[in-house]
């Protein structure tokens, strides 16, 4: 489950709601429904300001660890992922099929520091997306499963 809210500089607020139930095929591939709900406040020409998007969709993943893991975490050097979400959206004006495909490799170095690059393509009731994004990440604690002796 997921939930974010996004505040503009012009006083808009767009809230999502999100929940997916996953389920393992094979090792690395992952299949299951998504919901979401997704509203503004109010309509902005300047940026995409969903009105009551309601969408259902299927999401199949793949997930693929690549280098040797570290040692000290067990966690392997990076991951490549690739994912395609397709369903129904409807929304205020009209309904229609929606699709995304999203696109993220990870790198991990420092044990707990990692870089990561995506890209998505999404296609909703009004609008049509194009993102590139890049982060930095700290990680704690250790992963589930890791003993420490």
Known sequence: ?????????????????????????????????????????????????????????????????????????????????????????VDQTRSRFVHWVRGKLVFRFLDSWSVNLAGDYSVSPTYISRQIQAGLGLSFGQPAGLVVR
Not at 38 to 61: C, N
């Open 1 to 89: 489950a997921d939930f974010d809210v996004s505040r503009f500089n012009d006083d808009n607020i767009q809230r999502t709601y999100r929940l997916s139930l996953q389920r393992r095929l094979w090792e690395g591939i992952t299949f299951g429904p998504v919901f979401m709900r997704d509203g503004s406040a109010h309509s902005a020409p300047e940026y995409y300001t969903p009105r009551k998007l309601r969408q259902v969709t299927g999401l199949l993943s793949l997930k693929r660890p690549f280098g040797k893991p570290s040692e000290r975490t067990g966690l392997p050097r990076g991951d490549a992922d690739l994912s395609y979400e397709g369903g129904y959206g």
